[in-house]
């Protein structure tokens, strides 16, 4: 293995940052773990324990069956979320049709249940969570060049971003727009804005796997549902609509599928827009969409680089694996990293 100077890839990395006109970001859930909030096996465990009666009944069923499917590793809340929507799917909700013993009536009990746990077990470490690491880096991302629109992809359904927006001061645009219920509206994401508009200096958030604050609307009159937005929730109890997080096969496969087609849209058409320098932390390569988006594009737009941040050395590893071909792609992890497609370790000399 080829040993790699830790201070001149820094260099290289402070130099990208600074000269960089277009530079985008993509932050998984190793950037809110980071900030307190639980990872996915911790979230896991702990829906499990606050869910009762039937839900939990329903949930332990599930799970066991997902680890038959899946033993390789840990079955964990988003591989439940996805089969207990499968068996909502498969049953059209019924309490006469089952799975293992599961009604759609009880699977859909389950899907509300646990995504109500994980608003509030995330809710309630988000407000003690500090803001300042988050306002800082958008305190310095909104002062980078004016040219190009700043755009954020997220798979995080936490509100952190959204608060240290707001606390400080920093317009934003989500895709949704309206007072009383914003509403989702494609068109707004699809927009390019133009030099001159106000709106090109706003900062673009896209939350790929839903927000705690997004529900489901169904409507009469179209027969159909659509996500609304929420702001402040004060009780989450009081709320009838389902909330849309992690909306598993929904977010591809059926007539729910916006706004998550469309953001998926608009990463693709981001980058292969030209020169850009794409910074993705706290993502694991976990989600196969979200993988075939980046790495086709890399293939596709040789002006597009990627730089990605690894919380543990096995998955610099993994990657290299898989992607060692691209030269686009550098990444970092605590003891070792890719860069020009070689997997090296770091060398600190301290005397350059």
């Known amino acids: 293995m ?10 290289e990395l402070k130099s990208h940052l600074s000269y960089s006109k277009n530079i985008g970001f993509f932050f998984g859930a190793g950037t809110s773990c980071a900030l307190g909030i639980p990872d996915i096996s911790r979230l896991t465990n702990e829906v499990e324990a606050a869910l009762k009666g039937k839900p939990a009944e329903a949930f332990g069923i599930i799970k066991k069956d997902m680890k038959s499917m899946i033993p390789e590793r840990d079955v964990n809340i988003e591989d439940i979320l996805n089969q207990v929507r499968r068996i909502r799917e498969l049953t059209k909700e019924s309490d006469d049709k089952q799975y293992l013993g599961v009604t759609g009536k009880d699977a859909t009990a389950v899907d509300v ?3 109500k746990s994980i608003y509030k077990i995330i809710n309630a470490k988000e407000v003690v969570a500090s803001l300042a690491p988050t306002k800082r880096f958008f305190a310095w991302y909104n002062l980078l060049n004016r040219d190009f629109t700043k755009e954020v992809f997220t798979t995080n359904y936490d509100l952190i971003i959204e608060k240290a927006l707001e606390a400080s001061e920093i317009p934003y645009f989500d895709g949704f727009v309206g007072s009383y219920e914003p509403f989702f509206w ?16 706003w900062i673009r958030l896209w939350k790929i796997h ?34 849309v997080i992690y909306p598993s096969k929904d977010k591809y496969d059926t007539s729910r599928k916006q706004p998550f087609i469309a953001y998926f849209d608009r990463m693709r058409d981001y980058l292969l827009s030209g020169e850009l320098l794409f910074v993705v932390s706290g993502y694991s390569f976990s989600d196969r969409h979200i993988n075939e988006v980046i790495l086709n594009c ?11 941040f690894f919380y543990k050395d096995v998955d610099v590893e993994n990657l290299h694996k898989l992607y060692s071909p691209y030269l686009n792609l550098n990444v970092f992890g605590p003891t ?14 301290r005397e350059a």
């Open 186 to 201: 494609q068109e707004s994401v699809d927009h390019q804005a133009q030099h001159g508009d106000l709106t090109k200096n």
């Open 336 to 349: 070792r990293a890719i860069i020009n497609g070689e997997l090296g370790q770091w060398n600190f000399n």
């Open 298 to 308: 890399m293939r596709q737009n040789n002006r597009l680089f990627v730089i990605v």
């Open 2 to 11: 080829i040993e790699i100077d830790v201070l001149r890839e820094i260099r």
């Open 113 to 115: 249940e646990i995504c």
């Open 210 to 243: 839903g927000s705690l604050n997004w529900f489901w609307r169904y409507s009469e009159t179209t027969m159909s549902y659509r996500i609304i937005r929420i702001g402040n929730i004060l009780n989450v109890e009081e709320i009838k609509n389902e909330l």
